[in-house]
């Protein structure tokens, strides 16, 4: 039985899942806009810092005020309506709730939020990536160990990329390569919030009038995005990651299983196995036709002559080789898509991609010279963008994880392009957001390898 028929069956026996949103911004209102399409789900009630905005958002995607007019948690529960506050404790502790969808896009208090609904019994999808990059494992455990399922979101690109990831290993093949598009040249990484609409093609007014926030923006542009969404993938799918950050090969929809393949067969892989990211622009600054900016994909090998054969009887586009073949959407959705994730931990209390180990991370590098005494902005600022780096050698150089990288001071000259570690900076360490990191670390952290020194 599939999702949409076990929801029409919620709808008619009026036992609807019951949600909470926390965060009704730009992607939770994309969900909001769903939620009265579709059947045997119940908002009971929404938190957000300003729940004016939010009964504004509900307004602009639809939602008739009547709905939002209960005046408890419990009174909405009873009449099948929406609550709003800003208590999002109230959400989390309410015994009728069933899900939790984390959407503030805020990494410290959404590490928070899942934690309390996980103590509460609740399912959690959480939005906020940038979370599940800081600690990701250690959130799944802390749910498991309560006996409920914490999930990435559907709609959002790294739970779209597991999903063709598993795909692919349901149907026996192996996966040499999975990640999404981007738009990327190398000097991006240097982007801050005050050149970002330049490279959008945006005026600074027009940014404003579309109340666009420049920082997010630029968490995108900088590359610190892409490398969030690529260590939450390399954890949920245990792929591995490039040793050095991500190569941002250029390429067309129609190219990528030629560049997604190992060094040695003409690719830019290291190995096979790992995750990637595709740039929409040529090394020059040409648009590439037919790009994947916006969407995933995941690129497959033909083991044997027979099914290397099958693709090219079915006019399968591959390499050269005729053995790695892509499968993609071009597009996703956002927070219009994730109802899937909702019904998925609701329904069958599996999760639509979660961090199963810690593989990867995410080091706050350098965007210029940094001096003593200067304070990080964190994620999309003026003096950090996010690097992709394997977990083992994030580790091992005790790097700084992006999602602590703000409001904290520098306490050693950093170049430009080097990644900080722990001893560059003045950590609060009393914080929980610093405890929850530390015991991720301790608990997940990849093994030291020895070399074998051979007798003289």
Known sequence: MNLYSKLQKRAADNKPIRIGLIGAGKFGSMYLAQIPRTPGVHLVGIADLSPDAARTNLARVGWNVERTQARSLDEAVTLG?????????????????????????????????????????????????????????????????????YSLAFGDQPALICDLVDWARTCGFPVVAAGRGHKWLPH??????????????????????????????????????????????????????????????????????????????????????????????????????????????????AETEYIKNCFEEYNAHTDPSGRYFTLYKRWHLIGLEVGVSVASV???????????????????????????????????????????????????????????????KVVREVKQGQSLTWADVLMDTTTDAYKVRREMEAMFAPPVVTPIMKAA
């Open 188 to 301: 991006f990484a240097q982007s801050t919030p005050d050149t970002v609409w330049g490279y959008y093609g945006l005026t600074p007014e027009q940014a404003t009038r579309g109340g666009l926030n420049p920082k997010m923006f630029n968490s995108f542009l900088d590359g610190s995005k892409p490398s969030i969404e690529s260590t939450a993938v390399s954890n949920a799918t245990g792929l591995s990651v490039p040793s050095n950050g991500l190569l941002y090969p250029p390429a067309s929809v129609e190219d990528i299983p030629f560049v997604t393949r190992p060094i040695s067969e003409g690719g830019v892989l290291e190995k096979k196995g790992m995750v990637e990211v595709i740039s929409s622009l040529e090394t020059n600054g040409r648009k590439i036709p037919y790009d994947i900016r916006m969407g995933v994909w995941v690129t497959v090998e």
């Open 346 to 408: 609701a329904l069958r209390g599996e999760p639509t991609g979660v961090a199963t180990a810690w593989n990867a991370d995410v080091v706050a590098t350098a965007k210029r010279d940094l001096k003593v005494g200067e304070m990080l902005d964190g994620e999309g600022g003026y003096t950090v963008w996010g690097k992709l780096l394997p977990a083992e050698k994030s580790a091992a150089m005790g790097g700084l994880p992006l999602g602590l990288a703000h409001d904290v």
């Open 81 to 149: 309506n929406t609550f709003i506050s800003e208590d999002w404790r109230a959400l989390v502790t309410h015994p009728s709730i069933d899900v939790i969808v984390e959407c503030t896009g805020h990494p410290i208090a959404a590490v928070e939020h899942c934690l309390a609904a996980f103590n509460h019994g609740k399912h959690v999808v959480n939005v906020t990536v940038e979370a599940d990059a800081f600690c990701g494992p250690l959130l799944a455990r802390r749910a498991a160990e309560k006996g409920v399922v």
